[in-house]
């Protein structure tokens, strides 16, 4: 059974607060958004092997600057495809601030058009598509400083409610 609906009390997940208040507060484009918590891979700067990702609100999605480094590197030179899946999935929940709603990845598909290089930047939009009950379908690309589109990903994220967070909090409070 899924607990979208469930509204118990938010205390017992620390950063539960803090992401409600941020789709509160998202009405203006090239705010920068808050990380999801310290140490998100994706986004928390307390996580020395995280990819501390950067996003704002651009329109009706989000944008970031992002450069890959050594620590995710695969073929030589090249970002590894898990580290850009791990980043887009985490722009992906940045873009869940702007949508409004508490959810987490269902499937995630991602394309690889050309190699994502370390030490350069790039940028990443991403955006929802559609919404069908529960159902939110987003799309990410990643574009080189000439334009050029390197990677896709298209994802399904189901929405939650607040005790999905809440039951496995302890992990993350004993973390903080
Ligand atoms: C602001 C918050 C920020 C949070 C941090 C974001 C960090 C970045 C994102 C992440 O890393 S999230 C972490 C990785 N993801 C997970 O840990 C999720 C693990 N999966 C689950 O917990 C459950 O599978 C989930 C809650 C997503 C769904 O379980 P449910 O039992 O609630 O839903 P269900 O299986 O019934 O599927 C819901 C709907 O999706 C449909 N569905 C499922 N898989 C599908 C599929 N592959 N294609 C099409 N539809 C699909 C399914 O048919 C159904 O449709 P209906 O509502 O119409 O009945």
Same mark, same amino acid.
Do not use: E, I, K, Y
């Given at each position: 059974m899924h607990d979208a609906q469930d509204t118990r009390p938010?205390?017992?997940?620390?950063y539960m607060s803090d992401w409600l208040s941020s789709m509160q507060t998202t009405?203006?484009?090239?705010a920068l958004l808050p990380p999801?918590?310290?140490? &998100?891979?994706? &986004?928390?700067?307390?996580?020395?092997?995280?990819?501390?990702l950067r996003a704002r609100r651009h329109g009706d999605g989000v944008v970031a600057a992002h450069v890959f480094d $050594?620590?995710?590197?695969?073929?030589?030179?090249i970002a590894h495809g898990g580290a850009v899946a791990t980043v887009l999935d985490d722009l992906f929940g940045f873009a869940l601030y702007v949508v409004g709603e508490l959810a987490v990845t269902r499937k995630l598909e991602v394309e690889y058009l050309a190699p994502v290089l370390l030490q350069t930047e790039y940028t990443l939009h991403a955006e929802m598509l559609s919404r069908n009950g529960r159902k939110l379908r987003l799309r990410a690309r990643v574009e080189d400083q000439? $334009?050029?589109?390197v990677a896709t990903a298209d994802a399904l994220f189901i929405v939650v409610g607040p005790a999905h967070f809440t039951s496995r909090a302890p992990v993350i409070q004993a973390r903080r």
């Open positions: 938010t205390s017992s997940n620390p009405a203006h484009d090239s999801h918590h310290g140490d &998100c891979l994706g &986004c928390g700067p307390a996580n020395q092997h995280g990819h501390h $050594g620590r995710h590197v695969g073929a030589p030179g000439n $334009g050029q589109v």
